[in-house]
T-cell receptor, first 117, second 115 residues
Framework: DTGVSQNPRHKITKRGQNVTFRCDPI?????LYWYRQTLGQGPEFLTY????????KSRLLSDRFSAERPKGSFSTLEIQRTEQGDSAMYLC???????????????FGPGTRLTVL | AQSVTQLDSQVPVFEEAPVELRCNYS??????LFWYVQYPNQGLQLLLK??????LVKGINGFEAEFNKSQTSFHLRKPSVHISDTAEYFC?????????????FGTGTKLQVIP
């Protein structure tokens, strides 16, 4: 299976705890993206990496959120001191470079659903 | 800045009837356009994309969409829907700004196919 995978699929935690999610992109894709999706909304961009470099972060990504992609392969998204408002589906996607410096469509993982009690 | 508007939050339609899901966008730069489908508790799956060339694009599952630059629209259509098309559909735009890629999604349209 060469799709995008995410672990865990579900996470329930108490307010104030730290959580970490993992995303494994499609192996030949050098761009990796994180999105957050709340009920009734479309995915909202959080951040993305090109190889190991984090190129952009949304203002949605508060100081409690940190993302890494240390070896340019898998990525982790950590949320510290979780709040109830962090409850959402966290989606990961990856894409590959095309000719002319462009990038192809993003392939999405199944997501990690976070519930903060 | 770019934005995407999906005008209908829910669209009920009878099985085998045609359907159109509307999408309008705004952007100060050239954009690429996508439609994704999301089934319950799953990630997003690409239905179709417009990058350049013919403004009528065909995707999977019998869906097609037409890019209309003057009306800044990218409406999704299917001539005859099936029960299995019941899902949420998201329109998305990707634009290059400063050499980096930004993706903006609409709020989604829930398609409910009625037997």
């Amino acid at each position: 299976d060469t799709g995008v995978s995410q672990n865990p699929r579900h996470k329930i935690t108490k307010r104030g705890q730290n959580v970490t999610f993992r995303c494994d992109p499609i192996s030949e894709h050098n761009r990796l993206y994180w999105y957050r999706q709340t009920l009734g909304q479309g995915p909202e961009f959080l951040t993305y990496f090109q190889n190991e470099a984090q190129l952009e972060k949304s203002r949605l990504l508060s100081d409690r959120f940190s993302a890494e992609r240390p070896k340019g392969s898998f990525s982790t998204l950590e949320i510290q001191r979780t709040e109830q408002g962090d409850s959402a589906m966290y989606l990961c996607a990856s894409s590959r470079g095309l000719a002319g410096g462009q990038y192809g469509e993003q392939f999405f993982g199944p997501g990690t659903r976070l519930t903060v009690l | 800045a770019q934005s995407v508007t999906q005008l209908d939050s829910q669209v009920p339609v009878f099985e085998e009837a045609p359907v159109e899901l509307r999408c309008n966008y705004s952007s100060s730069v050239s954009v690429y356009l996508f439609w994704y489908v999301q089934y319950p508790n799953q990630g997003l799956q690409l239905l179709l994309k417009y990058l350049s060339g013919s403004t009528l694009v065909k995707g999977i599952n019998g869906f097609e969409a037409e890019f209309n630059k003057s009306q800044t629209s990218f409406h999704l259509r299917k001539p005859s829907v099936h029960i299995s098309d019941t899902a949420e559909y998201f329109c998305a735009v990707t634009a290059y700004s400063g050499g980096y890629q930004k993706v903006t999604f609409g709020t989604g349209t829930k398609l409910q196919v009625i037997p």
